[in-house]
């Protein structure tokens, strides 16, 4: 079975600033899409970014940049540029032959 | 184009009760899931329908059961109410549901059971 992990439960970053949330991912499949989702605290969860795990290059929108590592299994979301519009659970999710698998999610706190 | 809703936002229950809660996917998308999130457990999936048949099922007891109707609306009903039942049930529909699993949620229901 996939299992995601998400290693850091809280983080906090200055306002402008960048910061990377981790995530790491077990599969033995070979095509899969890697997600990173949003959910502020209002609740609604957002798409921020995603990979399929046939493309190279790592996907960006915008201040968020992924650094897709096949081999290692790993999937790390960047946020350049913090604003305290990010403050949010941050969920890594993984989808392959499966439904989405979510990692635990990381806190994010943007401190002003 | 309007996004995903769901109905009701919140909910209190007596153990023992049963519940429904209901999604409206986005319009033209066939694929309906359904999540549970707790603090504890995370984002835990439920169920998969997909044309009006389920098409994934997690690892939850027979007390939680889904369907979809031919416009894709989608209810989830939890019979025999647990305690731990209490979480917040999101919904997600998207296109096809099928590889790329690109979803769009709903804002969820809080339900609470007491």
């Known amino acids: 079975a996939q299992t995601v992990t998400q290693s850091q439960p809280e983080m906090s970053v200055q306002e402008a600033e960048t910061v990377t949330l981790s995530c790491t991912y077990d599969t033995s499949e070979n095509n899969y899409y890697l997600f990173w989702y949003k959910q502020p605290p209002s609740r609604q969860m957002i798409l921020v970014i995603r990979?399929?795990?046939?493309?190279?290059q790592n996907a960006t929108e915008n201040r968020f940049s992924v650094n897709f590592q096949k081999a290692a299994k790993s999937f790390s979301l960047k946020i350049s540029d913090s604003q305290l519009g990010d403050t949010a659970m941050y969920f890594c999710?993984?989808?392959?032959?499966?439904?989405?698998?979510f990692g635990k999610g990381t806190r994010l706190s943007v401190i002003a | 184009k309007a996004g995903v809703t769901q109905t009701p936002r919140y909910l209190i229950k007596t153990r023992g009760q049963q519940v429904t809660l209901s999604c409206s996917p986005i319009s033209g998308h066939r694929s309906v899931s359904w999540y549970q999130q707790t603090p504890g457990q995370g984002l835990q999936f439920l169920f998969e329908?997909?044309?009006?048949?389920?098409?994934n099922k997690g690892n939850f007891p027979g007390r939680f059961s889904g369907r979809q109707f031919s416009n894709s609306r989608s209810e989830m009903n939890v019979s025999t109410l647990e305690l731990g039942d209490s979480a917040l049930y999101l919904c997600a529909s998207s296109l096809t549901g099928t590889g790329n699993y690109e979803q769009y949620f709903g804002p969820g229901t809080r339900l609470t059971v007491t």
């Open positions: 990979q399929e795990a046939y493309k190279q």
């Open positions: 329908y997909f044309s009006e048949t389920q098409r």
């Open positions: 999710a993984f989808s392959g032959n499966t439904p989405l698998v």
